[in-house]
């Protein structure tokens, strides 16, 4: 059989006999590949494309990798023809009989949507219904979950101080955000491979943060290539992207560009995560197939350490980087606004405002890094305790924990310019795009309740006694005064 | 068949034949009434009624309305004549056997009155014998519980410190409330739509307390019109209103009007709640019909958010009620006292006393209205610490958590004059009015029990030496420092 | 029948025939007795008398009084003669199966004395072993049980600071108190109705408490006359009392007397209860006799409030008790010394000191009375805060919550001359005599334990430097100020 | 049958004639004994041997006694001859069905070690695979584990202020102990009766431990013989040891001239145990046997306070042993280090300063002393607080509930000179050598993770601003003043 021009049909029954390590066809949305020179390159190793050898494998493909992906790894003359339309349904079935009925365990009977009434019942649901890797994935946070639980709890503390007798008939969530225009003080935070919950992942949550009038910031390992999902929405709504920055920098200076190219309006650069947190969860989940993201590259495979997902597309990420890179990293963005992501004391967001950056995210990656660090609201109260200077200099963002309008409202209260929502993104894409616009509704609503509860109807009116944040003041670092010689020798050389 | 100045018999027979929409009899009470031109009118929509077209309807009516409703909303000449005696027992059983069950299941076995020894007892039967919904409404609390909870856990870590050798052989627990006697420094505060735990509702409330001599507190969103619960009571006993201020206000006027004719003596006008707090589980829980205040005509249907009866019955309130409309309050509230109810910072207690009202409630809606506003107690100390001279100025009320004796002598020795306690109420009338009246004696009996072993005879005995409060001291509001430029800019603006 | 000055032999068959109100007799211990006009005398109601017309009731008898009881109460005219020797053990089953089987499934089989070693097991045994009435009388404390458990939990907060390198060969627990030696720094605290738990009850714990060189303080509701408790003893043994003054004082008068022939060396005056407190769990428990004190004559029933022995047992108490009393006391103790047990603040332990008696215990009656009151160790705190002195004018003892050898020498740490254990000597009675003394061991043996491993080898060297009390100090009162005008007026007529 | 030089040959047949108390032979390891006359020497009592009379011994002696011990229990010409070859497999089943059974069950099915990927996992599966009584001995504490729980949960509230954008390329965790070369700043705690865990026990461990670059300190109660443990490593790693100073001090210096040949470089003497804590769990595991260390001849049995292996074992330990005593120590220990471990206080610790040791331990023994001590990370702030210049004048180091990388961090950071981990080595013998490798492996990545998260790169970088301890600062003790005239009193003698 020969190539044309125009891909011809292919029977099933010749896709079945292209099925050896020499010679082998495969067969994904009706597309026939020639994957021969391609199986020791697969990033999922080769076992998992032998198994498939001669086959259809559609489902598999789709629920690991995004639809553009093959058309990157493959050039268009790997592209045999098209498959028989009559042979699919039977041969799909032979294939991944397996696959299927774990999908539809994982898939199958959905709540209604408008039973969901809050980013807890997201979470909720999404516990059941998410494959248990996928879970583990997203879920799990650092060794003992200290940090991870703290986020929420210290954020509860906060007692609100409602004022009373206020007409409060019209309440704008209106936000400025890096100088962009937000219907809400909240953006999605980035949050790694989304379409291990639903196959539209990051693609969907674009749409309805755009739909919705809130900012996403893509996450650098995104399951979708940059472009297909800022495409996803209107031009002009603004799209924030996260930042690893690769040991091999030009892969890095790639993907700012293309950044750039896309209209991309700030870069938050992850500083938290020079290697990746121990994430038991993630570790002991087992894992039967490689994901990877269509950003950076980062894939994951298993070990002797375990099988975490987020240790292991790590991998890329460079270890050096310091302070001294900030003036590159300002280079290779061009215009685009530089947030550092992951500062977690006052000392270090004082050195941000020296380096000039646009804007801090106060973040401990949801606890997923260094379990034990400072709760994200701990880092907020201590800016306002030994730098509160620095709310004019910049930019202050948060995450970590913020679950409900309240919550987003305590933030602002305590100057914080925008709150970032990660993992509810995540377990609301259980119900693909509507979820995710059910969630921004679900926070929104929340949020508008709260001000007018709180007796304010603007985000500006929203100051420091607002809050009680007693509960919790004594947590606030005092800076611990060098007692020893050896105290004071580390001090001196910092 | 033609009407007649003396209502005819009408048989059963009779009755089943005016089953359609354009031609609409039914049966409540005996009474056989046509309601074709009000199906369309009706509150709870237009289905239900439907489905009972030419049936007897007394049982569901009697679930929902105060038997007075009807002749309010139709007119005598619509009373078509009474149902043969015979025909009743069949047709009920016939046309609401659901029903029937479903009240038997919920008010079949109680346990001897005498059994219930606490307030939590009555809580406790409550929630195993009230219709789910029912219980949802009661009990639910706005998103995590966190002030609900607050509520009741800072009340109890306040410690007392019982003087001894006093002595104790006479006690008097009587206090002086606006000017008006009062057996007990607590009363019943407001609390909706008793009726759904008893027949008789507020109407046994109100014998209940009278017969005590304890002051209700009637509750905007009443099952039963004003006058009946107020007429079910001696006339010289005292009652106050809860106010709702409606965004129609010429129904305000008129209610007020109302109240003052029957000789209410105050009226608690609640400032905490101009949008309903987010009660998730009063949201959850299904309901199957709509109910109806008989005051406010607030009422509940079910939307997309849920089925919140809290939320839907507050469509009516006026969000742009503010300081300025005190003014108007007091002309028409003619010499009935101004309370308001639901005051929840020093700031807005001391802006009160400028306004001049007559006292303030601190309250948050039993944790109903912003989930995360602090307790109550804290607010009480708040004033202690930073404006103690209101207590001067006028009467401090507090609900919120009371549950016991003692948890009373507690507020009362802090410096409020009485405490609200309301959920208990309603928990007690799944034995009605008696169960009203038990609920009283066991907390006169604990307040007693507590003052003697405290060692005080009157009320005006107890001072802030009294209680120990140092375990919760460090979350009384500290008056948070703006810190930031922007901090300034939102309190110059205040 | 004549009586004769030799009482007869009575058959079987003829006591069953003296069954009747007017004809009733009742066989005890082998004597049979005629109780027709005493039927309606009995503090436990006639009904139980007369279901043992003509029986055996020595079983039940056993089960509520002391033996020598009966002696009191009938005169030796009514002793009709001694029951068949052969009649008994078939009559005694008959009469009381249920008896006996409630008896053996409390007394059946009790694990080895030896693998109870702590304070707990003993708790955890009674729990399951003593009659569920005789447990809820027992275990039970006010309420919500907050002081009851805050007693514990305080205690334990307070951390050790053990010093090391001392030579810790040779340690002695011995202690003086109030001028008696003592092996170990702790007695009986007073608790009722220690009959309940074991047939030789108080009597048991006496020869116990005197084997060991431990001093008892008898309750004033024991279930043994004074008298027999105290010749358990040998007659050098020192005992103390505990009194509640009767409101017809000439009981009290009297029982002082007797208390004085016996060579009673201390009375504590109980001042926390001039009512009992509300213990639910007692009130709730079932009772299906009357139980009464040999010592008091306090005696429970049921009424509508429940079936509270507390509560029952305390209606003889003189609420009018005040310190004007305490000149009357020492006139009736004579030489005896008064110990106020129940002082509660550091104002009363200075009213104390003034008026000169010679020690006071601080306790809250184990939790039973005021909950909410502070917990015992804080008031211990108070004083070393607010009025230090106190502990050079007269011995201050404590009690509620102390189990462990270590929770003892905390106290001693911090001032205590002696700390009460009570309810551990009831629960150990399960095991009666040697039960007692094994609890004995085990509390000096921990201290022993802990005060070699905290460096100490004599109780005089425990200071307030072995104790870390930090965790626990911000609960200490801090005196609120008074802070409005009503403060004011309320602190200016104490 | 007569010795010769070269021991015989000996079948089965002939062994199992000699089976009587006066005539008994026993087989261990192929080789036949007679213990004729060592039957009544036997430390675990006659009546174990006797069960084994003319029979095969070899896997309970395994159990419970290093290989050595029986060669110095027995002379050489006790050794009657070699077992039959052809015998044993039989003979050994026969003999000890029971206990084959017992270690089956105890060491059947263990999970893969690359499953174990924390500190717990072991402790996890330990719980589950020991014999109840090693479980109990190695994780039991001093009654009510308060302390116990304290050391973790203090560590874990101790929060980490990471910063960011550091080169963290090269991490190092070597550290200098005592003037020895550690891989990691942490070192092998001394436990006891490794044995219990694995056949290998404490030489296991100095397998591990010196491949991986570690410092063991070897326990006074090892099961094995330091010369036997010592030499299981190369020559040059270097080791500590525990003492427990003997009542008869001449065991002691007999002990200490071993340890000196075998070359340990540092002494620990233990000051915190003069008499063992009550140990509840332990002394209710019931024992069938004696244990007895190879090194101080501890050994246990059960008494009428139960059967306690830590308190039996310690019943050599000398209670006299203080201040005075270092100068011998000194004298007797050479030119080995002397540390003294379990100080916890300041003032101890300045003590240990002033008489001029090496080195503290702030150690409460794992919380198996003085339950309610201080937990050891207290006892490093009050330090911090109270003598910080201490910390420039000896080394100190600290156990007690060290169980994560960042645990060990926050230490260090605190002034910790290395951090002693005890129980997790016990636990992860359950895999043998391999176990406590992969132990040591775990805790040095978790570490490594830690520093490069918190931005460092050495351990000398690792300050106190590096923590933030607000969360228990409260709790370091504030040195409480006397108050009281017995206070001062105390306090003069001190």
Redesign the interface.
Known sequence: MELSPEPPTISLEILQKHNTRSDCWIAIHSKVWDITSFIDEHPGGSSILLSYAGAIATELYDKFHAPEIITEELSSDKLMGYLEQSAEPIAAVDASQETVNAMESAFGETPLL??I??AQDFEKEARQRLASKTWAFYSSAA??L?TYRQNKELV?R????????????NVCTKRSILGYDSTVPFFVSPAAMARLAHPEGEKAIARAASNRGVIQCISANASFPLRSIISAAPESHPFFFQLYVNSDRSKTVEILKTARELGVKAILVT?????P??R?AD??AAQDVIVRSAISGGESSKD???SGFGRLMAQYID?????D??AWLREVCGDMAIV?K????A??VM?AAEYGVEGVMLS?HGGR??????ASI?VLLEL??HC??V??KMEIFIDGGFE?G?DIL?AIAL?ARAVGIGRPFLYSLIYGQEGAEHLIEILQ??LQ??M???GITSL??????L?????I???????????????RR??S??
């Open positions: 408008e039973s009434i809050s060794t003992d200290v509860r906060i007692m609100l101080r409602p004022r009373i007798l206020r007409n409060v008939s500083v938290d995560a020079p290697v947190g121990k038991e570790e002991r002797k350490k375990g270890k050096s980087l310091n302070w890179d900030i550092l992951g500062v977690q004391t000392e270090d050195m401990n890094s260094l379990d034990g660090s400072q701990l306002r305790k509160p200077e709310f004019d409900r309240s305590k100057g609503d929340e309740t709260s007018m509860l709180a500006e009116q929203a100051g420091p006694r809050v009680n944040t007693q509960d003041d004594h947590l606030v670092d005092n800076g611990e005064r060098p007692v020893t010689r050896n105290d580390i001090l050389k910092l």
